[in-house]
Protein backbone atom coordinates (compact mmCIF):
# COMPACT_ATOMS: atom_id res chain seq x y z
CA UNK A 1 0.00 0.00 0.00
CA UNK A 2 1.27 3.26 -1.14
CA UNK A 3 0.84 6.72 0.80
CA UNK A 4 0.39 10.24 0.35
CA UNK A 5 3.99 10.91 1.62
CA UNK A 6 5.07 8.28 -0.90
CA UNK A 7 3.23 9.94 -3.70
CA UNK A 8 4.78 13.21 -3.04
CA UNK A 9 7.92 11.95 -2.95
CA UNK A 10 7.51 10.59 -6.46
CA UNK A 11 6.41 14.22 -7.31
CA UNK A 12 9.58 15.93 -5.93
CA UNK A 13 11.97 13.22 -7.76
CA UNK A 14 10.04 13.99 -10.61
CA UNK A 15 10.33 18.01 -10.35
CA UNK A 16 13.78 17.37 -9.04
CA UNK A 17 15.12 15.34 -12.73
CA UNK A 18 12.92 18.16 -15.02
CA UNK A 19 14.59 20.97 -13.33
CA UNK A 20 17.70 19.57 -13.81
CA UNK A 21 16.61 18.65 -17.71
CA UNK A 22 16.34 22.25 -18.82
CA UNK A 23 19.90 23.03 -18.20
CA UNK A 24 20.36 21.20 -21.59
CA UNK A 25 17.55 22.26 -23.34
CA UNK A 26 20.10 24.65 -24.52
CA UNK A 27 22.48 22.30 -26.57
CA UNK A 28 21.46 21.69 -29.97
CA UNK A 29 20.46 18.13 -31.65
CA UNK A 30 23.93 17.58 -33.19
CA UNK A 31 25.89 18.67 -29.95
CA UNK A 32 24.19 16.85 -27.77
CA UNK A 33 24.88 13.68 -30.39
CA UNK A 34 28.60 14.46 -30.63
CA UNK A 35 29.56 15.14 -27.02
CA UNK A 36 29.52 11.97 -25.06
CA UNK A 37 29.47 13.74 -21.97
CA UNK A 38 26.19 15.91 -22.77
CA UNK A 39 24.48 13.11 -24.27
CA UNK A 40 25.21 10.90 -21.35
CA UNK A 41 23.96 13.71 -19.05
CA UNK A 42 20.61 14.15 -21.41
CA UNK A 43 20.21 10.56 -21.65
CA UNK A 44 20.61 9.72 -18.07
CA UNK A 45 18.08 12.83 -16.63
CA UNK A 46 15.42 12.20 -19.38
CA UNK A 47 15.39 8.18 -18.16
CA UNK A 48 15.25 9.16 -14.63
CA UNK A 49 12.67 12.01 -15.21
CA UNK A 50 10.48 8.98 -16.85
CA UNK A 51 11.03 6.26 -14.11
CA UNK A 52 10.12 8.84 -11.63
CA UNK A 53 6.70 9.36 -13.51
CA UNK A 54 6.33 5.09 -13.91
CA UNK A 55 7.07 5.09 -10.29
CA UNK A 56 4.53 8.05 -9.37
CA UNK A 57 1.65 6.26 -11.11
CA UNK A 58 2.38 2.97 -9.90
CA UNK A 59 2.14 4.65 -6.68
CA UNK A 60 -1.33 6.47 -7.30
CA UNK A 61 -2.43 2.78 -8.41
CA UNK A 62 -1.39 1.44 -5.62
CA UNK A 63 -2.87 4.30 -2.92
CA UNK A 64 -5.86 4.11 -5.13
CA UNK A 65 -6.06 0.60 -4.54
CA UNK A 66 -6.80 0.15 -8.48
CA UNK A 67 -6.21 -2.54 -10.44
CA UNK A 68 -2.48 -3.63 -10.68
CA UNK A 69 -0.69 -2.82 -13.49
CA UNK A 70 0.92 -5.95 -15.40
CA UNK A 71 3.71 -3.68 -17.65
CA UNK A 72 5.18 -0.14 -16.66
CA UNK A 73 3.09 0.73 -19.81
CA UNK A 74 -0.20 -0.63 -18.48
CA UNK A 75 0.15 1.75 -15.70
CA UNK A 76 -1.08 4.70 -17.78
CA UNK A 77 -4.18 3.22 -19.05
CA UNK A 78 -4.92 2.38 -15.70
CA UNK A 79 -4.94 6.09 -14.53
CA UNK A 80 -7.15 6.96 -17.85
CA UNK A 81 -9.74 4.56 -17.35
CA UNK A 82 -10.10 5.78 -13.88
CA UNK A 83 -9.95 9.28 -14.79
CA UNK A 84 -7.21 10.55 -13.48
CA UNK A 85 -5.68 11.27 -16.60
CA UNK A 86 -6.93 12.03 -20.49
CA UNK A 87 -6.41 9.17 -22.86
CA UNK A 88 -4.34 11.57 -25.12
CA UNK A 89 -2.01 12.27 -22.05
CA UNK A 90 -1.69 7.93 -21.25
CA UNK A 91 -0.84 7.86 -24.66
CA UNK A 92 2.15 10.30 -24.98
CA UNK A 93 2.63 8.49 -21.28
CA UNK A 94 3.24 5.22 -23.18
CA UNK A 95 5.29 6.29 -25.66
CA UNK A 96 7.41 7.95 -22.73
CA UNK A 97 7.96 4.55 -21.61
CA UNK A 98 8.50 2.77 -24.96
CA UNK A 99 12.03 5.83 -24.72
CA UNK A 100 12.58 5.17 -21.68
CA UNK A 101 13.15 1.63 -22.70
CA UNK A 102 15.16 2.25 -25.59
CA UNK A 103 17.63 4.51 -23.48
CA UNK A 104 17.88 1.28 -21.21
CA UNK A 105 18.23 -1.85 -23.62
CA UNK A 106 18.79 -0.69 -27.27
CA UNK A 107 21.04 1.77 -26.19
CA UNK A 108 22.79 1.23 -29.56
CA UNK A 109 19.68 2.14 -31.16
CA UNK A 110 18.93 5.71 -29.56
CA UNK A 111 17.54 8.25 -32.65
CA UNK A 112 18.76 11.66 -31.44
CA UNK A 113 16.09 13.62 -33.15
CA UNK A 114 13.54 11.51 -30.98
CA UNK A 115 15.27 12.21 -27.76
CA UNK A 116 15.99 16.23 -28.80
CA UNK A 117 12.19 15.94 -29.73
CA UNK A 118 11.57 14.63 -25.61
CA UNK A 119 14.08 17.29 -24.21
CA UNK A 120 12.57 20.18 -25.97
CA UNK A 121 8.99 19.26 -25.33
CA UNK A 122 8.17 15.85 -24.31
CA UNK A 123 9.00 16.86 -20.58
CA UNK A 124 5.41 19.01 -20.66
CA UNK A 125 3.73 16.05 -20.41
CA UNK A 126 5.03 14.88 -17.56
CA UNK A 127 4.72 18.37 -16.30
CA UNK A 128 0.93 18.00 -16.87
CA UNK A 129 0.75 14.33 -15.51
CA UNK A 130 2.36 16.04 -12.17
CA UNK A 131 -0.40 18.96 -12.21
CA UNK A 132 -2.97 16.15 -12.89
CA UNK A 133 -1.85 13.93 -10.06
CA UNK A 134 -1.48 16.84 -7.44
CA UNK A 135 -5.25 18.22 -8.62
CA UNK A 136 -7.04 14.46 -8.65
CA UNK A 137 -4.88 13.94 -5.27
CA UNK A 138 -5.82 17.56 -3.81
CA UNK A 139 -1.94 17.60 -3.02
CA UNK A 140 -1.74 21.55 -4.25
Known amino acids: MSSIKVIENKISSAKKYLKIILRYKK ?58 ISLKLADKLVKMVGFRNIITHDYEKIDYQILYNVLQTGRFDIEIFLRKIEEKLKLK
Open 27 to 84: YKKEEIESNIDIRGAVERYLYLTVQASIDLAEAVIAYKNYRKPTTMSEAFDILNEERI
